[in-house]
């Protein structure tokens, strides 16, 4: 049977953002540095995997990095696209966060990127 991981691009996809970024991520946090980027599962031509149950603690070594606090800096694309959604069907700002916050705990399973794409898709129907 043949194993599944995602590569960079795989990554960049379930969180929401460039396969740049992750590059970037993984440049400046290295193994050994204060804040490692989670080591990949294997390596095949010199080229990175992860396994797909792995995401959540990639998402939660983002979440830690340090300096992510007030502001958190621009919105992930899945967010930005989420917001938009939940501001045309009548929500506030503060009110998309929080029901956004909300199903977050409820669902720990669900990356934040999956979570928007599944409200997205609620509030078109």
Do not use: N
């Not at 379930?14 to 804040?35: D, F, I, N």
């Not at 010199?46 to 502001?71: F, H, K, M, N, T």
């Amino acid at each position: 049977m043949t194993e599944r991981y995602l590569g960079v691009l795989g990554v960049a996809e379930a969180l929401g953002v460039s396969r740049h970024a992750v590059h970037k991520w993984r440049t400046r946090h290295p193994g050994g540095s204060e804040h490692p980027f989670p080591e990949p599962d294997v390596e095949v031509d010199g080229a990175p995997g992860w396994r797909a149950d792995r995401v959540q603690e990639i998402v939660r070594w983002r979440e830690s990095l340090p300096g992510r606090g007030a502001g958190g800096g621009r919105p992930t694309a899945a967010r930005q696209e989420y917001l938009k959604v939940a501001l045309a069907r009548g929500l506030d700002r503060d009110e998309a966060l929080r029901a956004l916050a909300t199903f977050q705990a409820e669902f720990p399973q669900m990356t934040e990127p999956e979570l928007c794409a599944w409200l997205i898709e609620k509030f078109r129907r």
